[in-house]
């Protein structure tokens, strides 16, 4: 009866903590979670916890996720050892996928965007830009030899002012519209918002035949405004 007692208590054991039939080794946080599980493949599973001290002039950094397979999988945190947040990453197949964002001790610095490949199926549907025309694209089944890839739009911030200092969008890897500082966009909505002397110079020479007749018959009489198709300023 002892002995059959002892063998359904083992089996109670493996039945209530199942990951003890799991794991070849793990923790217990504060809570009794188990946490760093690796298996008997020697792979990490689960929530995974680590801390890094100062070493070698370099600072230390906590971080914290879920592995799968020993690859990590989903959201990982990077804070600081005083607990400042250093990054938030998120992973697919052990690579970096969508956006990832960095920060300082002052605040966001920096937004990333990546896309990652299946690594059983390298091919992706992709916008292929027209070199000559900026916002023509084809959609195209491409390869894509690295496992994860700069995509989408990349911003970068002043911390210190909250502000937006320069955004990039990639498309597999290729720079496609590389924005420079926002004082330098705000520029260039000025320069597009007057019109240069020679284009107001183009619309006169387009006049109606009746408006060039009606300006030479009251050429040095009281100016009247005449809407003759020019834009811009007076």
Not at 112 to 137: A, Q
Not at 144 to 170: F, L, M
Not at 196 to 220: C, F, G, M, Q, R
């Amino acid at each position: 009866m002892k002995c059959r007692a002892g063998f359904l208590f083992f089996i109670l054991m493996f039945s209530i903590h199942p990951l003890f039939s799991q794991c070849k080794t793990y923790q217990l946080n504060a809570k009794h979670d188990t946490i760093n599980c690796t298996d008997f493949q020697n792979q990490k599973q689960g929530y995974w916890y680590t801390k890094v001290v100062n070493n070698h002039g370099e600072p230390g950094y906590q971080e914290s996720g879920f592995y799968k397979d020993n690859k990590k999988e989903g959201a990982w945190v990077h804070l600081s050892l005083v607990g400042d947040t250093l990054a938030e990453e998120n992973y697919k197949w052990g690579y970096k996928d969508g956006v990832q964002r960095y920060y300082n001790l002052m605040g966001l610095i920096r937004e990333e965007s990546w896309k990652v490949t299946n690594p059983e199926n390298p091919y992706d549907t992709v916008r292929v830009y027209d070199l000559n025309i900026p916002d023509k694209y084809d959609l195209k089944i491409v390869r894509v030899d690295a496992s994860t890839v700069k995509h989408g739009i990349w911003t970068y911030y002043d911390p210190e002012r909250g502000t937006i200092t320069k955004t990039e969008e990639y498309v597999v890897d290729k720079l496609v519209n590389n924005k420079k500082s926002l004082s330098a966009l705000n520029d260039s909505m000025n320069a597009v918002q007057k019109m240069p002397t020679d284009s107001i110079s183009a619309a006169n020479k387009n006049k109606p035949p009746e408006v060039l007749e009606y300006e030479k018959k009251h050429s040095k009489k009281k100016k009247y405004r005449v809407r003759d198709g020019a834009t811009g300023v007076d």
